[in-house]
């Protein structure tokens, strides 16, 4: 469906009201239940994007095997590629930018502006790497020896944080834990009934909520809200506040309670719990069941994957949403899936750098990170605008190839262009090219011909309907 923004549906809504307010105010009711019934909409059918990984195990760049946790920040996606042992990195077109060895069967990942936090599930450990560099730095649990004091972690599943902390999901131990964010040490932890109530490995997942100080903690069949008592944790005691699911059913069939539940997020308005094969969405304000996403997507146009690939949700293990788009973990069809939600900024209209600045030595070729086009949803053909960016260089030509391919080994060039860079740095260069086919995944080549000064650039590229 047509996507519309739940800030446009409430202010339309809200004017509404305004009206039968002056009126006398009849109807009200029945307005504000329509407003629900068309968030839900909203919700439910969200405009399928695009998929990472190619829908089969592998180590390749683009494939992933048994994906779990995943982590979005302003330009990148992060995955915990769990029976790879590693993290990968793609931009924000699906491109794959870089991945790091973690010697860890990793199912979650947590990022902020320095580090990477890896949830090492069955080493028992949370380990802290450099963002920039990937170098190893520290880690809380002795690896490979299991534990229940405060040194020790046994099988942990999920980490999340806050300014000043992580929460570790510590599974065996059906406990919540609390670490201090920059070091790792410990500071406090809590447990509930549901973590272990049905086994002792009930626990699945955390999160928490910045607006409100609280905590989600995810088990099989419910998922339980904390608020902390205080911001320091090693002052804090965890207070139940709320419980979402009915505890020990495992389906219903009005669809109003949880199916294993395993992985939560929450964004504008709504709490997204990701269960064995769908995505159930709640009111975040009084928890109300919404409805669920629908369990697989036809997508419009041949795959460069497989021209009758659909989006399908299988043990669905990791959600992010950023930016009014929703990020899928399907664990055992070895993909992420992205969906628009809420009318968010479209890909389309936002430059992704694809190129970070880089130096281009005389005689020198350099590719950028690949993208995908058929993260755009709408109707072909498509215009692709290259901008570059020359941070200092010489006066002679670069030349820009766009390439394109079906299999990311076999590269064809599209279209070519020739630039004089300019003496003065800072300058911008762009061109465009369409039609492009969605079908296939493309690359800018940087061409430096000049034989004796190099050429400092960067490439961002911006997508549009042509």
Not at 240 to 254: K, L, Y
Not at 311 to 325: C, I, P, Q, W, Y
Request: glycine share 6%; with cysteine; proline share 5%.
């Amino acid at each position: 469906m047509p996507s519309i923004s739940r800030v446009d549906l409430e202010k339309i809504i809200e004017e509404k009201l305004q009206a039968i307010w002056q009126s006398g105010g009849a109807g009200r009711e029945a307005l504000a239940e329509n407003l629900r019934e068309q968030l839900k909409q909203v919700s439910l059918h969200p405009d399928f994007l695009y998929s990472i990984g190619t829908g089969t195990a592998g180590d390749t760049p683009y494939q992933l095997n048994m994906p779990h946790g995943c982590f979005v920040t302003q330009n990148e996606i992060y995955v915990a590629d769990y029976k790879n042992g590693k993290v990968k990195v793609f931009n924000k077109l699906g491109g794959y930018i870089e991945e790091f060895a973690t010697d860890t069967k990793p199912t979650d990942v947590y990022v902020t502006r320095d580090y990477v936090f890896v949830c090492d599930f069955e080493r028992h450990r949370i380990c802290q790497y450099d963002r920039a560099t990937k170098a190893f730095i520290r880690q809380f649990g002795e690896t490979d020896v299991p534990g229940d004091g405060k040194n020790h972690l046994n099988y942990p599943r999920g980490i999340w944080g806050d300014w000043r902390h992580i929460y570790v999901a510590d599974r065996h131990n059906a406990r919540v834990v609390v670490l201090y964010l920059p070091n790792l040490t410990y500071l406090n932890e809590f447990t509930y009934p549901t973590f272990a109530a049905r086994d002792k490995y009930n626990l699945h997942n955390v999160f928490f909520e910045n607006e409100r100080r609280r905590i989600y903690v995810s088990t099989i069949d419910t998922v339980e809200v904390f608020k902390a008592s205080s911001d320091r944790a090693e002052e804090a005691t965890y207070n139940h506040v709320a419980t979402i699911g009915t505890p020990g059913v495992t389906i219903d069939p009005e669809d109003k309670v949880l199916h294993e539940a395993r992985a939560i997020y929450i964004a504008d308005g709504y709490l997204f719990i990701g269960e064995h094969n769908s995505v159930a969405i709640f009111d975040l304000n009084d928890y109300a069941f919404l409805g669920r996403i629908i369990r697989t997507y036809p997508i419009p146009y041949s795959s460069y994957y497989a021209p009758d690939r659909i989006a399908s949700l299988h043990n669905v293990t990791g959600l992010f949403v950023e930016d009014g788009k929703l990020y899928v973990t399907s664990a055992l069809t070895h993909q992420i899936h992205v969906f628009k939600l809420f009318g968010g900024i479209a890909p389309k209209k936002m430059p992704v750098t694809v190129l970070p600045e880089t130096t281009v030595g005389p005689g020198e070729t350099v590719n950028s990170q690949t993208f995908n086009l058929s993260m755009v949803h709408g109707s072909a053909p498509f215009a692709l605008t290259v901008e570059v960016a020359f941070a200092s260089g010489a006066t002679g030509d670069v030349h820009l190839h766009l390439q394109s391919s079906t299999n990311f080994v076999d590269w064809d060039t599209v279209d070519v262009a020739t630039f004089t860079i300019p003496v003065s740095p800072g300058a911008t260069v762009r061109q465009t090219f369409y039609p492009l086919a969605v079908a296939k995944v493309y690359r800018v080549q940087v061409e430096n011909l000049d034989a004796t000064e190099s050429a400092t650039v960067k490439v961002d590229v911006v997508v549009s309907e042509s």
